[in-house]
């Protein structure tokens, strides 16, 4: 069983930067795949980045290439998300997720088995 808890939302100005963090507990970081999703008020959730889980391999959604950074430290055994270049269409709450590391980095939700309680981001005009 693994447990997610995300840090680090908040209201920033478009431009801004925010770094989330997402700390697991009960497995390690190094035996697991790390994505980080998204939901707007209205709107489906979706994908913004994957790390596989030896950190090498990153995935991200064409919205967010070039801005956003995904990364998991093992040995404090948390992921995080590096926001930059922020722009109001970020504004979401922005979950954590966890799948086991035979899995490959994913964009499908339903490939990841544990989620956290979500962070909101809000990004101003």
């Known amino acids: 069983q693994v447990q997610l808890v995300e840090s680090g939302g908040g209201l920033v100005q478009a431009g801004g930067s925010l770094r989330l963090s997402c700390a697991a507990s009960?497995?390690?970081?190094?035996?697991?795949?790390v994505g980080w999703f998204r939901q707007a008020p209205g709107k489906e959730r979706e994908f913004v980045a994957g790390?596989?889980?030896?950190?090498?391999?990153?995935y991200y959604a064409d919205s967010v290439k070039g801005r956003f950074t995904i990364s998991k430290d093992v040995a404090k055994n948390t992921g995080y998300l590096q926001m930059n270049s922020l722009k109001p269409e970020d504004t979401a709450v922005y979950y954590c997720a966890a799948a086991p590391k035979y899995k490959s980095v994913s964009s499908d939700y339903r490939e990841y088995d544990y989620w956290g309680q979500g962070t909101q981001v809000t990004v101003s005009s």
């Open positions: 009960g497995r390690t970081f190094s035996s697991a795949v």
């Open positions: 790390v596989g889980w030896s950190g090498r391999i990153t």
